[in-house]
Structures are given as structure tokens and as C-alpha cells.
């Protein structure tokens, strides 16, 4: 398999916004966009990233007013970045070590896109672990499963209602 670089899966342009917003100006962008994150830039220069993990961490846990709190102090500074022309494997390799789900994509200085854990494409992440694709495929999708059951538990895997009314006793 051909080492391709970062920039053909990566999207972009990027959502940005600027470190005096508010959290709630910048969780509204990423409501809008269907988005988990805002780059956080002073001009052209790429400063932080605002995510919901840092929504979720840093101002409702520690009780800050999102109308009130700017992005520049719940971001993450200086956020690790990854070149455009980086393999797709070296994206892989740097969000896993780093637990990250997003990572801005930089041209030099210039800002130009971004790559989410959901942009990566099985068949590179078979590649790095040395597993076939399908194997990737099947955890990835058994994890969503599982994830779907903790979030909702009123139901099966099956998404069928669960408890007495849902499923049939094997009693009878």
C-alpha cells in the first residue's frame, strides 16, 4: 500500500474561531457545522484547539459561565499539528500516542485543514496494526454497538426494546 499523504483525507477549510470569543459563540460554529471542535487562531497563527471534551472538562465541570468564558481559557495551547504531507500513517501513529481525536493539518505555517479519528481510513489503520481491514471494521463497529447500549439503556444491541416488555422469557 502506497504511503499517502495526510492531505487526502483531511477536510477542510477548518472552523475557526478567535481566543476572545466566548464558549458559547464558539459551541454555537460548532452546532452549526455538525462539529466536535474549533481551531482556535490570532490571525493566520493556529494558537489552540476548543473541543467538546474541553466544554465538557474545563467550563461546566469547573463551573464557568459559557456566555461569559472566553475560548482562550478552556482551549488546549499550542495543539500538536501534523504536515500535509505527512503519511496517513504517521497521523494514525501521533492520535493514538496522544489520545486525540482531532489534528489540525498545517502547509508549512498555513493552517489548511484538519483530520478526525472518523477520517481515518481502515485500511491504513489495518495497515499500522497489522491486522486485515475487516478486523478493524468489525471492532470499530462493535464498539459503536456497545456504545449505542451504555447510552441508551432501554434498549439491546439489537436497538430492540430491552426489559420483560422487549424480549421474550426463555421461563415460559
Known amino acids: 500500500m502506497p504511503l499517502r499523504p495526510v492531505r487526502e483525507i483531511m477536510s477542510g477549510p477548518p472552523l475557526c474561531c478567535t481566543p476572545g470569543e466566548t464558549v458559547q459563540e464558539a459551541c454555537r460554529r460548532m452546532a452549526e457545522s455538525c462539529c466536535g471542535h474549533v481551531l ?5 497563527r493556529l494558537v489552540g484547539i476548543f473541543t467538546e471534551r474541553d466544554l465538557l472538562n474545563r467550563v461546566i465541570a469547573a463551573g464557568h459561565d459559557p456566555a461569559r468564558c472566553p475560548v482562550e481559557k478552556a482551549m488546549t495551547r499550542n495543539p500538536v499539528t ?3 504531507d505527512a503519511p496517513i500513517r504517521e497521523a494514525i501513529r501521533v492520535m493514538d500516542e496522544g489520545s486525540f481525536r482531532y489534528l489540525p493539518v498545517l502547509d508549512g505555517e ?8 472518523k477520517d481515518l481510513p481502515y485500511a491504513e489503520i489495518a495497515a499500522v496494526l497489522g491486522v486485515p481491514a475487516g478486523t478493524v471494521r468489525s471492532r470499530i463497529a462493535r464498539g459503536r454497538r456497545l456504545l449505542a447500549e451504555a447510552l441508551d439503556p432501554g434498549r439491546d444491541r439489537s436497538g430492540n426494546p430491552a426489559g420483560p416488555a422487549g424480549r421474550q422469557s426463555w421461563s415460559r
Open 40 to 44: 482556535v487562531c490570532d490571525g493566520e
Open 82 to 84: 501534523i504536515r500535509a
Open 110 to 117: 498555513r493552517l489548511v485543514g484538519m483530520i478526525s479519528a
